[in-house]
């Protein structure tokens, strides 16, 4: 059993691969080799299974490169050597696992089986027949599909806004998007096709209603359409007016009621989903586990303003001169997500809800954590809406390859695993070891990022040698890891222990 999952080649190895559609690199690949699926996969955390499609003799050894003469960014992108690395440092440099099928990934929502854990999130990229088709196809288990309402919805354009990082990718994602602008007629048919067209895949209904009636009227109408389970909207923050979304969430007393609402009306499983612009989660998931609730789906997105320009004064997305309050999304949020999801799997009165977990998931090791944490099952927007539906190739070959790695029979037993090595306070930690930070000089650049974090936002305890290296103040150095944090070559980890006699 392994007991390390590390990172061999990273997303800024990569340089400027932009995941091209039918990319022209593997077009041009006169070995079969598929360079786009394999920088894809290293794109993911997937090297290993970029690297697992290699055979002991490497294609690309005597090979001119095609592939880095025909990238739309020609030059810009070493494929050659990202290919030699995944051939020489990951195949045959690391312990490598045998994955024959997708049985561990088998898992259930609600006692009803999933193919796998991976669902699409009740949004735009889960809103017709087609995409729900297309997504299914590729291999998801299932959809919440884009909430359905009775009420009238006209979109404001534009509609979205981001944060990026230094490589161009999103890392928070801002919508002021609302509900389904389909007809509840028209989005009960399309249940009934995907049931009737794919059986095996789970129909997640999410559902916001106007009134007491309304709630249990289409709770009823979509089980008769062939929705496995409901899911309650009880948070979109962008139809907060009248009593809707994401004020529902913040009063326990509503989410009780409206839940017992639903859970009469039908005999399908019943999940709440609730808000994070709430201090704590607890209170509105014993509200609806009081109402019958089989299960809670969190998170929702991050009421929030983004992009305030400084010369209109006007925040984005800018509609007509004017904006608003949106939900914030992305890779941003999961440790906030990840947070909620803790609070809840570790509370036992909540202890028997399922829990079905979304909020910045993009890769396999995203996913895992909300597994750790309690989560049987994990929805997926802001990454599909940036890179498609074809993520979901990594999502599962990444997971598979890591529960066959720990010799799990099933992602089941992965549920959990981590809520009882997390607490609400910090007064309980270990205070009385230092950990020192190791510097590889092999791969220290010698840019000094590391002496200038810790002399301006630390404690003054690494200084830069005449050949321009690190050196550590052992007696000043607090052990913090803000020098491994900053390290733009990653040329340091965690070292030697000292134990405090104080």
Known sequence: MLNEFKTYISRK?????????????????????DPAGKLRRIWFENEKGAANAFSVLFPCADCYAPCEHACIRSGEVPVRKLMSRLHDEVLYGTEQVEVKDE????????????????????????????????????GWAGAAFKTICN????????????????DGTIVGFKNIEQLSDHSVAENMEIFKQLKKNYPSKFILASMMGQNDAEWGELARMCEDSGADAVELNFSC???AEGGLGSDIGQIPELVEKLTAIAKKACSIPVLAKLTPNVGSMVPAALAAKRGGADGIAAINTIK????????????????HGMSAVGGYSGNA?????????????????????????????ETWRDALEFILLGCSSVQVTTAVMQYGYRIIDDLKDGLNRYLAEKDFASVKDAVGLAVENIHASTDVLE?????????????????????ISCRDGGHQAISMT??????LNGAACVGCHLCLLVCPMDAISSGSKRISRA
């Not at 909620?340 to 910045?360: C, H, K, T, V």
């Not at 005449?466 to 050196?471: H, I, L, Q, S």
Request: net charge neutral; proline share 8%; aromatic share 6%.
């Open 151 to 166: 009420f009238p919805i006209h979109e404001a354009s534009p509609r979205f806004s981001a944060i990026k990082g230094s």
């Open 466 to 471: 005449e050949d321009r290296k690190p050196k």
């Open 431 to 451: 205070r009385d070891t230092v950990l020192f930070p190791k510097f590889d000089r092999d791969k220290c650049i010698g840019c000094g990022r590391c002496m």
């Open 237 to 239: 923050p962008n139809m």
């Open 13 to 33: 190895d990569m340089i400027n691969c932009v995941l091209c559609h039918d990319a022209p690199c593997s077009a041009a690949c006169p070995k079969a080799v």
């Open 304 to 319: 929030s303003v983004i992009g305030v320009n400084p010369h209109t004064y006007i925040s984005s997305p800018a509609v």
């Open 333 to 361: 949020v999961k440790p906030i997500a990840l947070r909620f999801i803790e609070e809840m799997a570790s509370d036992p009165a909540l202890q028997g809800l399922y829990l079905s977990g979304m909020g910045g998931i």
């Open 103 to 138: 049985d561990r990934l088998k898992t259930d929502l609600c006692g009803i089986s999933l193919e796998n854990p991976f669902l699409l999130s009740s949004s735009v990229v889960a809103s017709t027949y087609d995409m729900c088709a297309r997504a299914f196809d590729a």
